[in-house]
């Protein structure tokens, strides 16, 4: 690959891509990887959020991507992009999903449209990363707990003592 | 011996960073001084917690202090002043400002953002890799008598030599150890994301805050270029050492990509040292020679050398040093920080005389 | 590659607001600063590519920079292999482009026209040469730009490699400009050379202005076997007789080598081009020079086609 491919146009995604694919370790090669990440990316779009492997998790996150990228892009009415749901999303009821749920809920987003978080490994279990995949918006509640605006911990309490002093030393040296 | 350790420590200034230190005074202490001895820049970097837990008030409180700290006009400043940062030390005094070739300059770590073609005056094409100094400044300066390494390196004369701490690359200081930050504090600049340590002569030393920048280069110039190579991780010896390998058929089963043979019978019947075998490639340090600087870009401080055999990745980390070689090298007057001087003078953009500049006239062979 | 940096400036950059995002961190705060002072120099431009529905008091301008800008110039586009990228290598090589562009007219070509380079060559006679020839490749970005020129001459096939961006090059012209049905035309070498004969003092023809590239749907006769290269398995349009030469053990071993799933792959598709925001970005930074060559090129062309009436008697 030396030069840019011009015959498509895509929008940026916003979230960090690897320079190479992983090759999901299967049998029938890099068909069978696509097939594999079509479950996946049916499961999220139809349960929002799903719990699995990171690797494969990462994988099929890009493609999620694309696939609502793509179509906030383009519309329902665009063939490619319909021909293209119609192969990645297995239950067909998900396309109408796609098209009259997902696009209204992310086209003013301007981060991206999923979420991966760590999860923890099953032990003793299989040494596999964890992780969850979510789309953004989803109804379930929030997995994790913000705790920035905790002003209880203790080094919150410490700093805004400093911070206290500090705007007093200000004003001391304002009013000499 | 403990106690002579702990002076030099001292004495390179590193008992302010550390505050108080407890010194166990024992009898023989001398069996069990610490073999190793980090060089005193070797510390914890990054704090395993970047405040993620802190309410944005404080967030916005820190960044403030931040300011008032390291603040930017202090740093850009920095990068501005150009004049004499030679040091004044004993051996400057006595010899201003020329330093013959035996002298050692300060060297500078840069960036490999990538490679491009450019053609020379005759209409021959080159290759050129780009390098970016990417904010260099000095940290700190170690005369040669107090500098004594735990291993010295393979230099010659090496008790003659001082030891510049040369800093590159901006990072967010909120990310940074305490004791980290304390190694910037003589320079006042803000703390780098890298460190290296330079061999420098007593009279090239520069003083701690000086910015390095491209104009430390002169087109025309040889660098040495020291690199990381790329990884290319456990391999076979065809892509390893280039061997052959064996036919595709013909008769050939199994043996397409291997070694063959590796060593006779008899006496010598066993694996010598050395052998060309399968394994780990790439990942070594390696220096490229004799490197010509052949156009420099004051204004994103880049520079292209010449040649594509610069190791390792694009944006990886590359350390420059004037060249060793006796014939390229400088023969006199390669004075250390003229540079600085006369960088009012240079132009942004500056190409060597055999290279056809872009904006000029197209170029024709003529009639002789 | 670090991941987890990029990822971090990508946040950092949206935190400020910005359109861009870095891939590397490569860039100090003196070249930002540095951009933002370009950047205002061109307000008109920066505005128009960053005009998006959200600010509803500036009128919805059509943006400045034509869609098939990344058609005419796809050398300007990077390498999109991640590694590779560098935001401050890139800007240096369309600096150096443009100062080429700026010393001679490169004008606008695609695969199939008809095009004739000057080029000094050390060992022609009177140290120039003049070569005429179909354009049956263009590959590569940044300065590193080619194509290949292909003709028959004296019943010999002959190709020249150019570089686009060789000073050496004197004069490009496109005598026929036009489009073929296939992204590259290496199969050409192996069709008949009437296919690829063409007449060294063939002139210039003129498109009208504002009409669109014309595309010819010429299909060309292949030879028979032996080929140069496996042409049933390229899938190609602009050949008429490939059937011809098939048996069925080509046909099978074709349709087996066929990748029919790869047009779904999206992250693919996706790795082989460069997004449409960083595409704006690097167009709006060129156009005002491209713009301005066009405009010229077109007043050329106008003195050129205007021949100036005699005066009889």
Redesign the interface.
């Known amino acids: 690959m030396n030069q840019a491919d011009v015959s498509k146009l895509m929008s940026q995604l916003r979230i960090a891509i690897r320079p190479r694919h992983r090759n999901l370790k299967n049998k029938d090669g890099p068909e069978g990887r696509l097939l594999k990440l079509r479950k996946t990316v049916t499961a999220l779009v139809k349960h929002e959020r799903i719990e699995l492997f990171y690797n494969r998790a990462d994988e099929a996150r890009g493609y999620a991507e694309l696939l609502i990228s793509n179509a906030i892009r383009h519309g329902d009415t665009h063939n490619a992009t319909m021909e293209m749901a119609d192969y990645w999303l297995l239950e067909k009821q998900l396309v109408h999903k796609l098209f009259k749920v997902l696009v209204p809920r992310y086209e003013n987003y301007t981060v991206s449209y999923t979420r991966m978080f760590n999860a923890p490994r099953t032990y003793p279990g299989i040494y596999y990363k964890n992780s969850v995949l979510e789309l953004r918006g989803n109804p379930y509640p929030s997995l994790i707990v913000d705790q920035s605006q905790n002003k209880n911990l203790l080094h919150n309490v410490l700093l805004d003592e400093a911070r206290k002093e500090y705007r007093r030393k200000k004003l001391a040296e304002l009013a000499q | 011996m403990l106690g002579g350790v702990v002076f030099k420590l001292r004495d390179l200034g590193l008992m302010k960073l550390t505050g108080s230190m407890v010194i166990h005074v024992r009898g023989k202490g001398h069996l069990n001084r610490p073999r190793i001895r980090n060089p005193h820049w070797f510390l914890r970097k990054k704090l395993s917690n970047i405040g993620?837990?802190?309410?944005?008030?404080?967030k916005v409180?820190?960044n403030q202090?931040v300011r008032e700290n390291y603040n930017?006009a202090d740093v850009?400043n920095n990068?501005k002043v150009y004049e004499q940062n030679l040091m004044k030390t004993e051996a400057s005094i006595s010899s201003p400002s020329i330093v013959i070739s035996q002298n050692r300059r300060c060297g500078t770590i840069a960036?490999k953002?990538?490679e491009?073609?450019?053609?020379l005056n005759n209409?021959e094409?080159i290759r050129t890799t780009?390098l970016?100094i990417?904010?260099n400044h000095i940290i700190s300066y170690i005369p040669p008598e107090k500098y004594s390494p735990a291993h010295y390196p393979n230099v010659k004369n090496v008790n003659k030599f001082g030891c510049l701490l040369v800093g590159a690359g901006?990072i967010n200081p909120t990310w940074l150890t305490k004791e980290y930050c304390g190694i910037f504090h003589e320079s006042r600049v803000m703390p780098k994301k890298m460190l290296a340590r330079f061999l420098v002569s007593p009279e090239a030393a520069l003083h701690p805050g000086t910015a390095l920048n491209v104009a430390h280069y002169r087109v025309g110039e040889f660098v040495d270029v020291r690199g990381k190579t790329i990884d290319y991780g456990f391999q076979g010896v065809v892509k390893r050492f280039g061997f052959k390998g064996m036919p595709a058929s013909h008769g050939v089963t199994k043996t397409h990509r291997r070694v063959g043979n590796i060593g006779g019978g008899g006496e010598k019947g066993r694996v010598w040292p050395g052998t060309k075998m399968p394994g780990r490639m790439g990942s070594r340090w390696r220096i490229n020679k004799g490197l010509q600087v052949l156009r420099t870009?004051l204004?994103?401080n880049?520079m292209w050398v010449q040649g594509s055999a610069v190791p390792g990745?694009?944006?990886g980390i590359v350390y420059l040093y004037d060249t060793i070689l006796p014939h390229r090298k400088k023969k006199i007057s390669s004075i250390a920080s003229l540079s600085y001087e006369n960088i009012d003078k240079v132009t942004d953009d500056i190409w060597s005389e055999k290279l056809?500049?872009?904006?000029?006239?197209?170029?024709?062979?003529?009639?002789e | 590659m670090n991941v987890s940096t990029r990822f971090l400036i990508n946040r950092l950059g949206k935190q400020c607001a910005f359109n861009r995002i870095v891939t590397y961190s490569t860039k100090s705060t003196e070249h930002a600063a540095a951009n933002a002072v370009e950047t205002e120099k061109e307000p008109k431009i920066k505005e128009t590519t960053a005009s998006t529905a959200s600010e509803a008091s500036i009128p919805i301008r059509k943006p400045v920079i034509p869609a098939n800008y990344r058609f005419i110039y796809p050398e300007f586009l990077p390498d999109p292999k991640i590694e590779w990228r560098n935001p401050i290598r890139e800007k240096l090589e369309r600096m150096d482009m443009l100062d080429r562009r700026r010393q001679i007219d490169l004008p606008e070509f695609y695969v199939g026209s008809i095009m004739a380079v000057t080029s000094s060559d050390p060992h022609a006679e009177g140290k120039v040469s003049r070569f005429v020839g179909i354009c049956i490749h263009r590959d590569r970005c940044g300065l590193r730009a080619r194509f290949i020129l292909r003709n028959v001459i004296d019943h010999q096939g002959i190709e020249v490699i150019y570089e686009l961006y060789d000073p050496t090059i004197q004069k490009v012209e496109v005598l026929r400009l036009e489009k073929r049905l296939d992204d590259s035309l290496f199969y050409l070498r192996d069709a008949l050379p009437e296919y690829s004969t063409f007449d060294e003092n063939m002139e210039a023809e003129q498109l009208e202005e504002g009409a669109p590239v014309p595309v010819n749907d010429i299909k060309v006769v292949l030879r028979p076997r032996p080929w140069l290269e496996r042409w049933e398995r390229q899938n190609l349009r602009g050949v008429a007789n490939i059937d011809q030469y098939l048996k069925d053990k080509h046909r099978q071993s074709a349709r087996r080598v066929q990748k029919p799933w790869e047009k779904y792959d999206l992250m693919k598709q996706y790795r082989a081009t460069i997004p449409e925001e960083e595409q704006n970005e690097i167009f709006a930074e060129v156009y005002a020079e491209l713009h301005a060559q066009e405009l010229q090129r077109k007043r050329n062309k106008r003195k050129r086609t205007f021949v100036k009436p005699k005066q009889l008697a």
């Open positions: 993620e837990l802190t309410t944005s008030d404080n409180f820190i202090l930017e850009s990068l960036r953002i990538g491009y073609p450019l053609w209409g094409k780009l970016q990417i904010d901006t870009y204004k994103y880049v990745p694009t944006g056809h500049r872009f904006k000029d006239i197209r170029m024709t062979h003529k009639n």
